[in-house]
Structure formats: C-alpha cells, structure tokens
C-alpha cells in the first residue's frame, strides 16, 4: 500500500522532569527528547530511522526496532490525534477515536494479530484546545498497555544506563594522576584532592615550619601535575669558628653545602661530604680555605690554610717556634682570613740587683742635756736587699725587667738620738752688758747655720768642734738653736775674753 502523507509536525515546549520512579514508562512525558528513547524503539531520531529532523515518525515503526514485517504495526498521523497528536479525551477533537480518515484504510482493532496491518484514520479539521496535555497523557497509557513486555523492561535499563555512564563520565573527570616525591622518594597516585594541601593530608605527609613544599599548599591540581616536598634536617654548624645551627632541607652533607653558600674547596669537612643527612640532622665542622701571612725573622710568608689554630698556621708556613717564642695573637686562636701573624723571638736572661734599705731615726728625750740640743746616742747603717729580676729581649729590643723575687742581705741599723730638755740659763757674770749681736753679725752675718770654707769653723760665732764641745756643747755648733751658741759664746769670753776672736772682737 502507498505511504500516508504526514502533516508538517508542530514544535513541542520543554519537555516535563520525571515524576514517577524510573521503572515506569509512564513517569516520563512523551515529550522528552527522542533520542532518550530510541535504544528501546530502534530509533535514533533522524529521518533514516523513520524520523523527520524534529523527531516526528515518517514511517511505520515497531517495538525494540523491529521492522514492520515482523511485529504488528500501526501507521499514526498527527492530524489523527487532533492536529497535534491527541485530543483532551484521546480522540481527535470535534470527532471520534478512531474514526478513518478520508480515502484511509480501514483501522484494525488495536489488539491486531501479527502480520495485520493497522492504520488509524487522518481526522478531518477540528479545534486545537487547553486539554491537549491530558489527551496525550491518555493516548501514551493506551499505547504503553498494547506495547510488548520486553519493550516495557528495556525502558527502565537504557535510562541506568545512561546514568551510570554519567556518573562514570563525572568519576573520570575528577580523577586526576601525579607524582608525589617525598624527600627524594618518587611515586604516581591517582586522586580526588582539589589542592595539593588536601592532597598532602590524604597522603598522611606531615609538613613543618622548615619543610619546603613545591608548588604552594593552595595550588590547584590537575592530572600530570608533580608535586615535590623536601624535609627540613637541623645542622649543628661550626664554620670557621663560629658555631650556629642551621636548617636545610638537602639529603647529603655536600647538597646541604651548596644549599648555606658555603665555599668547600680546599675546606676542611669533619665528614664525608657523601653522607646523607637523617631527619634527626648532625654535627658539621667546616674550616673554609683562608689567606694568612706569617712575619718571622724578618720575612713573610703568605700561605692558603684551612688550619684551625695560628699556630698550626705558623707550621705551615714552615716556621719553628722554640723555648719562649710566640705569636702577635694567641697561637691557640683561629685564624682568620686577611690577617698577619707575627712571630715574636724571645730570649729570657735573669738578672740580681742590691739595693739600700735606708736606716730609722729614733729620738729619744734627755733632761740632762740643755732643751735644743740634741746628741747622737747611735749612728744607724744602711741595710742591703737582693733582687731578682726576669729579663726579656723580643726581637732584639730589651723589654722592661719584670721582678721575680726579693731577699734582705742586711738589715738596717736604726739611728739613736737624744733630745734635751734642760732649761739653759741665759745670763753669765762677767758677760753681759757686751754686743754679741754685732759680733755675730761680724764672725757669721748674723746665721746661726753658718759654716766658713774651710767646714772647721760653724755657727753665729764661729766656733770649732772642739772648742764648742769644750764648752759643754754636743755635736756641731752650728746645728746648736742661737740661744745655746750665745750662751756657749759668752762662756768662752768669760775664760779667754775676746781673743778668740782676732778680728770682730773688737766690737764687743
């Protein structure tokens, strides 16, 4: 028979969400994209499968795809269901369900035997209306009871199946493939993590204040993404000297070198440089290579050194230091780079000097002897003191003697004297009434002190010791108080008058 002719099919809004369980046909609006549907009706919405290009069937069709040779099939129009596909009662409006269409073929019953065909009559005219939707709900009720058991199943398991495979398709999206290299320790993981700090919790990588990790905690991952985290070891550091302790996140001594910027060629290293740092860390002495010069015996010898002492340093440099010799700076100190060392040659000699020990004066007072005058009981002796002095020449200049010990060879003899206190009488019979003030400034100009060139003759009136003495005076008169030497004077004029006097006498 001759294909029917279809109407141009109308353009249907947004299709409906479910709104019964997926196991039913019926909870989805016959409205949804074709394409939806098609596995279970051998369809893929195109024309070559019996679709026109918006989804409208352009040829008879049957359950599951199968041809219209081998299950019964029905022939629909959509003027036969109302212009659109479906009255309000699931006739077409302003007519019967059912009812042929003009120059149609009679319509089978809808429960045809297989190899019958079916057609439903094209309805003539009618009013489009609001019940549209509810006719077309009905008609779907109808054709979801006449379709095949195995059609109904086969719904239901397409619509998982494209759920699971969108499931799949967002599984495989997140999933995301990295390496991780933990302190050397490289491997590939497959994650959800959306940053590599959640990735680093995941993973149970625990990272402190001196760990580096690269990139950054909040970068974003993405698949073929390398993440690197390097732990941080303590050193306990004596550099040339100076002890500190460092953090580094290297593995060998030598990577932890290059990492501080610390030069190590020619240095000298308490370890291998091959050995790998524990988490724990380690003790590292490194003495860098230094410039040193050493002045000795008049010359200087520059020398490139990681020596730990100058005086490691000075051997070295090919210089011996014996007996007292020593350094500008103290030879157990670290030399550091850019200085000069003196060697100091020294010779050490002893040397013993004596030296007085000044004797006392004692005084002691006598009333028999006249007041001012005093007399020598005991003349007193310088005593002697042995010294030992330490002598050192350093580089041929003699330094200033440094003494060592002292010892008394003989003691000291103190000086006795004895002071008078007798009150002398200052008048003599026969003797006043002279001038002894113009004698006196004749024989001495008036000094009590005085002493003529000679040193026999002393005092106002010139007297010798031994006459003075004679007269009752002690010592020398000159060291008599004026009064006494007056007192002395006109005693002798008493016994000699003013003969002792040859020249001033006569002024008496």
């Not at 006719?135 to 054709?143: C, E, I, K, L, Y």
């Not at 095949?148 to 969108?166: D, S």
Request: proline residues 7%.
């Amino acid at each position: 028979m001759s294909k029917p002719q279809y109407e141009t099919y109308e353009q249907q809004p947004q299709y409906a969400p479910p709104r019964e369980p997926y196991g039913s046909y019926d909870a989805y609006d016959p409205y949804e994209p074709y394409d939806a549907h098609g596995p279970a009706y051998g369809y893929e919405g195109d024309r070559a499968q019996g679709f026109a290009g918006n989804g409208v069937p352009t040829q008879a069709y049957g359950a599951g795809g199968a041809s219209v040779d081998e299950l019964p099939t029905r022939v629909f129009t959509p003027d036969a269901f109302g212009g659109d596909g479906f009255g309000g009662d699931g006739r077409a409006e302003g007519g019967t369900a059912w009812e042929p269409a003009p120059g149609a073929e009679s319509a089978a019953v809808p429960d045809a035997e297989p190899g019958e065909r079916a057609s439903l009559p094209r309805q003539a005219g009618g009013p489009r209306g609001d019940g549209r939707a509810g006719s077309r709900r009905a008609a779907r009720r109808r054709r979801t009871a006449q379709r095949p058991e195995g059609l109904r199943r086969l719904v239901p398991q397409a619509l998982v199946v494209a759920f699971l495979a969108g499931g799949t398709s967002a599984f495989v999206a997140n999933d995301k493939a990295v390496q991780l290299s933990v302190d050397g320790q490289s491997r590939t993981l497959h994650t959800f993590a959306d940053d590599v700090g959640e990735l680093l919790a995941d993973e149970g990588v625990d990272v402190g204040a001196h760990d580096i990790v690269a990139p950054t905690a909040t970068t974003a991952l993405a698949s073929g993404d390398e993440i690197a985290v390097r732990y941080g070891r303590p050193v306990r550091l004596t550099l040339d000297g100076r002890r500190r302790e460092v953090w580094t996140t290297a593995r060998t001594v030598d990577g932890a070198l290059r990492q501080l910027g610390v030069r190590a060629e020619g240095a000298y290293l308490s370890t291998s440089r091959s050995k790998r740092i524990a988490r724990e860390g380690l003790d590292l002495d490194v003495r860098t290579e230094r410039t040193v010069t050493i002045m000795a015996d008049g010359r200087a010898r520059t020398i490139r050194t990681n020596a730990a002492t100058v005086g490691e340093a000075v051997e070295e440099a090919g210089v011996t230091l014996r007996g007292s010799d020593t350094t500008s700076v103290p030879p157990a100190s670290f030399p550091r780079d850019g200085q000069t060392v003196t060697v100091m040659r020294i010779s050490a000699r002893k040397e013993v000097r004596e030296e007085p020990i000044p004797y006392a004066v004692r005084k002691s007072e006598d009333a028999s002897l006249p007041r001012g005058t005093e007399v020598v009981e005991r003349a007193g002796r310088t005593g002697v003191r042995r010294i030992t002095y330490s002598v050192r020449v350093v580089n041929g200049v003699r330094q200033r003697p440094k003494r060592l010990r002292s010892e008394v060879v003989r003691e000291p003899q103190a000086r006795i004297v004895k002071v008078g206190t007798k009150v002398q009488p200052t008048a003599v019979a026969g003797a006043e009434g002279r001038n002894w003030g113009a004698l006196a400034a004749c024989e001495s100009g008036g000094r009590a002190n005085a002493v003529d060139p000679s040193g026999t003759y002393g005092g106002l009136y010139q007297f010798d010791t031994r006459t003075w003495q004679a007269l009752g005076g002690t010592g020398r008169p000159q060291d008599a108080p004026a009064a006494e030497q007056t007192l002395r004077a006109k005693k002798l004029y008493v016994q000699r008058g003013a003969s002792p006097w040859p020249h001033c006498g006569g002024r008496l």
